[in-house]
């Protein structure tokens, strides 16, 4: 079963920086959409970016111009580079395999992120 694995979250303050991680137990991952999702508590998951398996990316306005997300197939893993962090950016971070923007993995546990001064 293909399991995703997400790090680098933590606790930041408004304005700064953190560099998150999703690291794929199978190489399918090379052939595969991606997406990071997060989710604020009591809010639903929502989706954040998308990378295709060419490295075409997309994100959403909220987070156009300070979020970069990237893709190592070499070594099965995703990044998001946030940058200029927000209190609105606090949530817990997932990733996870999309077709037709319908995630196809199960999801893994997450990474918190925390913007707060």
């Known amino acids: 079963q293909v399991r995703v694995a997400e790090s680098g979250g933590g606790l930041v303050q408004p304005g700064g920086s953190l560099r998150l991680s999703c690291a794929a137990s199978t190489t399918i991952f090379r052939s595969r959409d991606m997406a990071w999702y997060r989710q604020a508590p009591g809010k639903q998951r929502e989706l954040v970016a998308t990378v295709t398996n060419g490295g075409r990316t997309n994100y959403v306005d909220s987070v156009k111009g300070r979020f970069t997300i990237s893709r190592d197939n070499a070594k099965n893993t995703m990044y998001l580079q946030m940058n200029s962090l927000k209190p609105e950016d606090t949530a817990v971070y997932y990733c996870?395999?999309?077709?037709?923007?319908?995630?196809?993995?199960?999801w893994g546990q997450g990474t918190q992120v925390t913007v707060s001064s």
């Open positions: 996870n395999a999309v077709i037709s923007m319908a995630t196809i993995w199960p």
